[in-house]
């Protein structure tokens, strides 16, 4: 009988999607203070801010990705939740360079921390209009929906972060080449956040946008119903006219004496 390989790592989800999501929402649901004072340059300062929090977020994934084998895929979310919390920060302290701190809502961190990641779970809760993101206040059950799928791609994610641990220096290097990058996205993101406009459009409950979809099919039946009316009016007048001229052309004229 042949051996099973040592070195061949079992095939297993390091973190559930569903543990992802949870944590997303626990994260989000505050929005952590700034110290940073607006300034005439917002653009240069935010900037430095990323740099800074790239190299920090680099620096601590690199570092929970030392531990080797299945006892650092016990580091996979403590490494997620240290990386969002550091660019959750970076987050709020653009936005105070830019004066825009008290716009600042769970959906701008959402938007601004895995637009990357995942841009087609926002699709339903941001909408471009020129050069003004409507944001779409979120009810629990629109955020839970963003949240899951999410949580799927950080979960795909972290599948590869997973067999990194079996490469613990190799490894390291990666993930934590991979936390400087992904830290630059978010701030690339939130730069062009506030640089712009944003606008909110609240949204009462999850049904709301299927219920006036209907409302508004209603609404147009009886301008419909006009318009055809109208028009059966004018086609009829135009043939009762064509049939007049008609009958004038037949009728015989009289010679004239």
Request: charged letters at 25%; aromatic letters at 6%.
């Amino acid at each position: 009988m042949t051996k099973r390989s040592e070195n061949i790592p079992a095939v297993a989800m390091p973190v559930d999607h569903g543990r992802i999501a949870q944590a997303v929402l626990d994260f989000v649901s505050q929005v952590p203070p700034s110290h940073v004072d607006a300034g005439t340059d917002p653009a240069g300062e935010a900037r430095k801010l990323a740099t800074r929090a790239a190299q920090r977020a680099a620096l601590t994934a690199g570092s929970l990705a030392l531990p080797p084998g299945p006892l650092g895929w016990l580091t996979l979310l403590p490494e997620l939740v240290a990386i969002w919390k550091i660019q959750g920060q970076l987050v709020s302290d653009i936005a105070a360079a830019y004066g825009r701190h008290a716009t600042l809502g769970r959906e701008q961190m959402l938007w601004c921390l895995f637009r990357h990641t995942a841009a087609q779970a926002f699709r339903d809760l941001v909408v471009r209009m020129g050069d003004r993101l409507v944001f779409r206040r979120m009810s629990h059950g629109v955020a839970q929906r963003v949240a899951q799928q999410v949580g799927v791609k950080l979960t795909q994610r972290t599948a590869g972060k997973g067999l990194s641990r079996w490469l613990p220096v190799i490894g390291a290097l990666g993930v934590g080449a991979y936390a400087y990058y992904d830290t630059g996205q978010v701030a690339s993101t939130a730069i062009a956040l506030f640089e712009g406009e944003i606008a909110m459009e609240d949204e009462a409950t999850d049904d709301a946008p299927r219920k006036t979809k209907p409302a508004r099919r209603g609404a147009k039946k009886p301008v419909a119903a006009a318009v055809a009316g109208v028009a059966r009016k004018a086609v009829g007048k135009a043939a009762g006219a064509a049939r007049k001229a008609a009958r004038r052309r037949k009728t015989p004229r009289t010679p004239a004496e």
